[in-house]
Nanobody, 114 residues
Framework: VQLVESGGGLVQPGGSLRLSCATSESIFRIRVMGWYRQAPGNQRELVATINWDGSTQYADSVKGRFTISRDSAKVAAVNLQMNSLKPEDTAVYYC????????WGQGTQVTVSA
C-alpha cells in the first residue's frame, strides 16, 4: 500500500497550508485515514483523523483551526486544511492509513516561523 503525501513547507504565523495524502488502497478496505505529527524531542501525536463513514476526530490543540476531509472520487485521499498556524504547529506531519493493517507515509515538514 502506497501513501503519497504533498503540501507542507514554511509559513508565517497566522498563515495557512494544505496537506494531502493519496493512497492506492481500495476505499472498501479503508477504515480510517488521518494525520499525525512529531516535533523534535516529542512523541508522535494525533492531529486529525477521518473514518470512511465521515466521522472526524481532532486534537484539542487544532480544533477550530484545522479541517480534515476525504476524497474518494477516483483515488482515496485525505486533505488537511491548516489555518491560523502557530509556531507550535511546527513538526513533521505523517499520513496514516488503517485497514486491517496500519500504514504510514514518509512525512512532510511543516515549519511555522516568522
Amino acid at each position: 500500500v502506497q501513501l503519497v503525501e504533498s503540501g507542507g513547507g514554511l509559513v508565517q504565523p497566522g498563515g495557512s497550508l494544505r496537506l494531502s495524502c493519496a493512497t492506492s488502497e481500495s476505499i472498501f478496505r479503508i477504515r480510517v485515514m488521518g494525520w499525525y505529527r512529531q516535533a523534535p524531542g516529542n512523541q508522535r501525536e494525533l492531529v486529525a483523523t477521518i473514518n470512511w463513514d465521515g466521522s472526524t476526530q481532532y486534537a484539542d490543540s487544532v480544533k477550530g483551526r484545522f479541517t480534515i476531509s476525504r476524497d474518494s472520487a477516483k483515488v482515496a485521499a485525505v486533505n488537511l486544511q491548516m489555518n491560523s498556524l502557530k509556531p507550535e504547529d511546527t513538526a513533521v506531519y505523517y499520513c496514516n492509513l488503517k485497514t486491517l493493517s496500519e500504514y504510514w507515509g514518509q512525512g512532510t515538514q511543516v515549519t511555522v516561523s516568522a
